[in-house]
T-cell receptor, first 113, second 115 residues
Framework: DVKVTQSSRYLVKRTGEKVFLECVQD?????MFWYRQDPGLGLRLIYF???????EKGDIPEGYSVSREKKERFSLILESASTNQTSMYLC????????????FGSGTRLTVV | AQSVSQHNHHVILSEAASLELGCNYS??????LFWYVQYPGQHLQLLLK??????LVKGIKGFEAEFIKSKFSFNLRKPSVQWSDTAEYFC?????????????FGPGTSLSVIP
């Protein structure tokens, strides 16, 4: 069964900490995405990548950065966590070319205190 | 700006009732359309998708959706819901760009089915 695996299901971090959220997919997908999901707001795109070492800003990139050193791994970095970054973070991947829809990970619920 | 709206934030139905969840998008160009479902405690999964051809598409678990281009709509339907359909439903629109595509999600509709 194909998978997108997010390293942590729940995280609690302190304000100002540097936070790493890891995502690994085993489907050899070219495209990977980071979203945050908040009640009433749906999913908002933070960053995405269409190739190794390539990244593009989404709709809400402020306060975040990403890294994609290998095709299967896409990391989201909160440089200095703040309480307004408390959210559910979802990683997704898809093949290139014709869109097949996304495969999502289970999500990481991050609480910043 | 491109956006996706879903008509209802929360829908409550009894088992066997018919379901229709509204989705509208604001974009005049070429689109691909999706419905995703998130069951309690589970990850988002694809319910159905529209790329081209027959505007009535069928998905998993008896769901279907109809693309009406003139109305910029892609409503999700099911003739008879079950308790197990309790979930959050997200409409999504893929907008074709010059360099890359962009997928915009709606805010979601929470469906509660009462036994």
């Amino acid at each position: 069964d194909v998978k997108v695996t997010q390293s942590s299901r729940y995280l609690v971090k302190r304000t100002g900490e540097k936070v790493f959220l890891e995502c690994v997919q085993d489907m050899d997908h070219e495209n990977m995405f980071w979203y945050r999901q908040d009640p009433g707001l749906g999913l908002r795109l933070i960053y995405f990548s269409y190739d190794v070492k390539m990244k593009e800003k989404g709709d809400i990139p402020e306060g975040y950065s990403v890294s994609r050193e290998k095709k299967e791994r896409f990391s989201l970095i909160l440089e200095s966590a703040s309480t307004n970054q408390t959210s559910m973070y979802l990683c997704a991947s898809s093949p290139s070319g014709q869109l097949y829809g996304y495969t999502f990970g289970s999500g990481t619920r991050l609480t910043v205190v | 700006a491109q956006s996706v709206s879903q008509h209802n934030h929360h829908v409550i139905l009894s088992e066997a009732a018919s379901l229709e969840l509204g989705c509208n998008y604001s974009y005049g160009g070429t689109v691909n359309l999706f419905w995703y479902v998130q069951y309690p405690g589970q990850h988002l999964q694809l319910l159905l998708k529209y790329f081209s051809g027959d505007p009535l598409v069928k998905g998993i678990k008896g769901f279907e959706a109809e693309f009406i281009k003139s109305k910029f709509s892609f409503n999700l339907r099911k003739p008879s819901v079950q308790w197990s359909d309790t979930a959050e439903y997200f409409c999504a629109v893929n907008i074709k760009g010059t360099s890359y595509d962009k997928v915009i999600f709606g805010p979601g509709t929470s469906l509660s089915v009462i036994p």
